[in-house]
């Protein structure tokens, strides 16, 4: 069979199975399984492949047919234009949480093009920042935000030791393990104020928290409620529940001047600007691809 013939098959077979965009994934796939790029497929268009080429990207199309995630499949999934290595134990980073990433680098004194049209205030000047991702996941937050300031010290905590176990591999990828503290805490409980109450305190917090209602979970695309992890998604009943946890936990551990930043659902920002405001935070929004208002920035109001 040649990579015409066998993309034409896969690309049927992921369209008879509704996967967006069929074509465009089964080409990525090729590329990705033998290690060739795009164009390079594309210019070999009639180039045979052995038996056992088009059985192992076989059984990848399948696994795709059945709506588990691309980058489950490759183990890898692109973020701020860094590569985070992914698996089931942690939310697929999404193109939507750069918007949180760049916003999160503009307070720290980085231009960035999304975070430069709203109002977003950026830190003093300072020769260390210190900064938490609450619910690291694959730590793309933490490690991104760290990859491109320097001089930024890194807190990151997740509910999933498994979570961070990912994240310190993909801190040691991007050679920030040295920035980037990972710490096993439950945000929803005391301890992780008792931990943190003493001493320094954050200028920077960013958090992209679970924030599906917990009874729309069933609702959700099979590629995300069959396969990604539900405590990364579940957000309690309403969805809110851990902006009420980090509204708290940020009148503890901000600095006085200092910065929270959180991703959100596309109905929720109102509804977190009141949680913030009932905090003494006050916030700006900014809008994700689709205009819709995605990411918080709050500062404390003295
Ligand atoms: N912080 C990670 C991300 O943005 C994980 C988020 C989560 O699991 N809810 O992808």
Redesign the pocket.
Known sequence: MTIQQILRDAGSYLKERNIEDPSREAGLLLSWYLKKDLGYLYGHMDMELDENAISGFMSLIERRGRHEPYGYITGQCE?MSLTFEVNPA?????AD?EI?AEAALFALGKFTLSASEAQIPVLPKKETYRGL?M????????ISIAKYMPSIIMDAV?ISEE?LNTARRNAIRHKVINRVNFFRYDILSDSFISRYTEGNKYDII??????IPDGDIPTLMPSVKDYE?Y???AGGEDGLIFYRAIAKLSEKLLADDGILAV?CGFDQAENIRDIFAREKLKSVFLKDFSGINRVIVAIKQV
Not at 90 to 94: A, T
Not at 135 to 142: I, M, P
Not at 206 to 211: A, D, E, I, Q, T
């Open positions: 973020f942690v939310l697929i980073p999404r949480t949180l991702d619910g690291t996941g694959s730590g793309c937050l933490a997740d979570a960013v958090s992209n928290p679970p924030y992890p405590n990364a998604l991703e």
